[in-house]
């Protein structure tokens, strides 16, 4: 115990003498949960929008504007031709043609039907879906309008009709950073934790000081348990600063309980570090550290579910979800943020994340040798 | 104290041999040195020896216990000061050596006495980080660090490698004095010049031990009589004795050539008389004693 008490003090003093590091560890979660999560917005508008209106009736005319005061479009282009619009599709400046046919409003009023033509440009896949499906949406709109104008309200409706309506819950107003803030404080404690344990006993090998501690009696776990706790604390410490930061600018308060939070919290730091603890006894500086950090970085990020939805993903994107601790944090911190979902319910993800501490700690203690 | 048999380490795919059959011995209160150039192997002695590498073949203990099974013990026992500086640069030097005492559960009070006469040349910066230290007070306290836990045997891996040579002569007056409290020391250093000051000396080179014994002995040892000759050209001299019938070797060393003669020996009349044939005025002309540096090249030359 006396000899972990010495390790401490030793790992403390370090890290609060490197003033930059120490800096990092506080304003980059700041900055970034500041930054990230209103850059990071699904919510898509500003979609430009060519027109080609082959009717110039009166009913077209209530269309287009129907479609630009719904605020999701801009009008890039009145053409007399869809070759014309095509040529602003090709010149990335519209995102979506909707070509109105001749005849649009005798049609729609003799034959009770018409149609329109939308061409997506799909290249940015997220913009045309959403585009695509608001348009729809905003022609499905117009169409009824047109009903309720065209038949007269005393007439009964002949055809049954399942209208959908729909309320948001613990979200009520979709807003999608309430969505973002618990994900990207998720992934800053998952790279906090991460990088700093990667790189630390990495740096003692690079130094050569680890040569020094090797000769010394000091036990294998003691020497792992002196980085884990510093480490531990200084994620836990990220942690607060990004919950206070989410209360602070977005307004966000966690629902559930906070204990719940933390414990999670506390045992995914002991996987994240143990995580660390291992790519650090492989590697011998710490440029290959920091790039094999990188590597699995890159996949904690963006398969854990943090944009993409993991139910989304092929089987074998799901399989690989299934091994990555950040997707149980992220769901975790969404689940009791927003959903304030009791012990009970993340007790599943608890009970994995726990296995992922116990066999990655194991693992690097086994891995981390005395001798070569 | 120190027993080494046939230890043998081999590197990497190419099986290089970087110890090959080494055998030695190290008695109580010696200090011992290993002379040889880069690349001897010297370093990965040192680093089996204090357990952190294991050998290919052979054995070897250190105060009595195996380096292999017993390593616990020899950790406890032994202090290691590694070629390179690796003692934490961003703490001070108060810290480190607080550091070094507390995992070895020791104080530094308690061993005091080892590491007065050093440490009071460093203690005015104490509160410095060892980073900032200049190469000698780096030095310093690395010594005091291996020694704060009142080794048996104290392994210094190239001590004076980068060294000013005031601090080099520094240091090895602290090894003596280290001696004198009956610590064992195995001590290892490229410069021949050191060699004298160790007790006992092995010879190494490309992991193989070419002679051990004291110093006196292997200069001793040297087979043939040794003249110093000085010139102006000194490559010119070199080239005209190489083409002398009767020498033996010659090399460069410093400002003069060494060379050995065949047995009937040569006068200086007789090399002066040859030298002027080829245009080289002789400078110098002496006899002298083989040095540890003469023997080194004598015996990589059989």
């Known amino acids: 115990m006396r000899i972990i008490g010495f390790l401490l003090r030793k790992e403390f003093s370090q890290i609060f003498r490197n003033k930059s590091i120490l800096a990092l560890i506080i304003v980059m979660p700041v900055m970034q949960l500041i930054i990230l999560p209103l850059a990071a917005d699904y919510e898509v508008k500003n979609i430009n929008l060519a027109v080609i209106d082959n009717d110039h009736s009166t009913y077209s005319q209530r269309l287009i504007s129907k479609i630009t005061a719904s605020g999701y479009f801009k009008l890039a282009g009145y053409n007399a031709s869809f070759k014309d619009a095509f040529a602003l599709i090709e010149s990335d400046k519209a995102d979506l043609i909707l070509e109105i046919p001749q005849h649009f409003e005798k049609n729609l009023i003799r034959e009770n039907k018409q149609q329109v033509f939308i061409a997506v440009n799909a290249i940015n896949g997220t913009k045309a879906n959403l585009g695509g499906a608001y348009l729809a949406g905003i022609l499905r709109n117009y169409n009824a309008d047109l009903r309720l104008q065209l038949i007269s309200p005393s007439k009964v409706d002949p055809l049954p009709v399942i209208e959908i309506t729909s309320s948001n819950w613990f979200n009520a107003y979709m807003n999608y950073r309430v969505f973002m803030v618990p994900g990207i404080l998720a992934i800053l404690v998952t790279m906090i934790g991460g990088f700093l344990s990667a790189l630390n006993i990495v740096k003692e090998k690079e130094v050569g000081t680890i040569e020094q501690i090797n000769v010394t009696p000091i036990k294998k776990h003691h020497f792992i348990l002196g980085k884990l706790i510093p480490f531990w604390v200084l994620g836990n410490v990220v942690f607060t600063v990004g919950l206070l930061v989410s209360w602070l600018i977005y307004g966000i308060i966690p629902v559930g309980n906070l204990l719940v939070l933390y414990g999670f919290i506390w045992v995914y730091l002991l996987a994240i570090l143990g995580f660390g603890l291992l790519i650090s006894t492989y590697c011998e500086t710490q440029q290959q550290a920091m790039f094999i950090m990188f590597f699995f970085m890159m996949i904690f990020i963006l398969m854990g579910g943090l944009f993409t939805s993991i139910d989304a993903m092929p089987p074998w994107a799901q399989l690989i979800a299934k091994f990555n601790p950040a997707t149980y944090l992220i769901e975790v911190m969404r689940m009791v943020i927003l959903k304030g979902s009791h012990l009970r319910d993340v007790l599943p993800h608890l009970g994995k994340v726990f296995l992922f501490a116990i066999v990655l700690n194991t693992w690097a203690v086994i891995n981390y040798k005395k001798t070569t | ?302």
């Open chain 2, 1 to 302: 104290m120190i027993q080494v048999n046939n230890i043998t380490k081999v590197y990497g795919k190419e099986k290089t041999l970087a110890v090959n059959d080494v055998s030695f011995s190290v008695k109580e209160g010696e200090l011992f040195g290993l002379i040889g150039p880069d690349g001897a192997g010297k370093t990965s002695i040192f680093r089996m020896l204090t357990t952190l590498l294991l050998p290919d073949g052979g054995s070897a203990t250190v105060n009595g216990f195996d380096i292999v099974k017993d390593f616990k013990q020899i950790r406890n026992s032994v202090g290691y000061m590694p070629g390179k500086f690796s003692l934490y640069q961003d703490l001070s030097i108060e810290e480190n050596l607080n550091f070094f005492a507390t995992v070895f559960n020791t104080t530094v009070e308690e061993n005091y006495h080892l590491i007065k006469d050093i440490y009071i040349q460093i203690e005015p910066f104490k509160k410095r980080r060892a980073g900032k230290l200049s190469g000698g007070m780096k030095q310093k306290l690395a010594l005091c660090c291996a020694l704060i836990h009142k080794p048996t045997v104290l392994f210094l891996d190239e001590p004076t490698t980068g060294v000013d040579p005031v601090s080099r002569k520094e240091f090895w007056e602290m090894l003596k004095r280290l001696k004198a409290q009956n610590i064992t020391i195995v001590v290892s250093t490229p410069y021949m010049d050191e060699a004298t000051l160790c007790d006992r000396i092995a010879l190494i080179q490309e992991g193989k031990i070419l002679s051990i014994d004291t110093p006196a002995a292997i200069t001793a040892s040297y087979p043939d009589e040794l003249i110093a000759l000085k010139s102006e050209k000194m490559s010119a001299l070199l080239k005209a004795l190489n083409e002398f019938p009767k020498i033996k070797s010659v090399y460069a060393f410093g400002e003069y050539a060494h060379a050995a003669f065949q047995e009937s020996g040569v006068t200086e009349e007789e090399i002066k008389t040859y030298l002027t044939t080829q245009q080289i005025a002789l400078l110098e002309f002496k006899k002298i004693e083989a040095t540890i540096e003469d023997c080194f090249i004598g015996f990589l030359k059989n």
